[in-house]
């Protein structure tokens, strides 16, 4: 991976506040959510979070911790040994931001059936309308 695909400043200014969108557009990306609930239980290494938040590839798991960094969400702690052993911790805001993320995954866990029910149906009137 070059240098000049890691920048994670999206090209916002060092004195620009951060917007309301862009802290909820953040936090719920597609896989921010699964490494912020990973992150929840304690101190995870990169290998670790990327057997667990399936279907991510390495860059886009490296991208994802770089930006959530970033925000002040997860610190990154690297221990001097060989090879260097890398781990990611939760900060106070992200646990604080847990117990949301927690009640959407629950919420879609417990919607889940209904909503895919609610998808063959209108496919089936629109596909028969069509």
């Not at 604080?96 to 009640?103: D, F, I, K, M, P």
């Amino acid at each position: 991976m070059s240098q000049g695909n890691t920048d994670v400043s999206e090209h916002v200014s060092t004195g620009e506040a951060c917007t309301v969108l862009e802290a909820l557009q953040r936090v719920s990306g597609k896989w921010a959510i699964g490494i912020l609930l990973e992150a929840s239980n304690g101190p995870v290494r990169f290998t670790e979070l990327e057997r667990r938040v399936k279907g991510i590839s390495r860059r886009m798991l490296t991208l994802t911790l770089r930006n959530l960094e970033r925000d002040g969400l997860l610190v990154r702690t690297v221990y001097p040994t060989v090879p260097p052993k890398v781990e990611y911790t939760s900060t106070e805001m992200a646990l604080e931001l847990y117990g949301s993320l927690r009640g959407l995954t629950q919420w879609a866990e417990r919607h889940r059936e209904t909503i895919s029910e609610a998808r063959a149906r209108y496919d089936a009137e629109v596909g028969a309308a069509g």
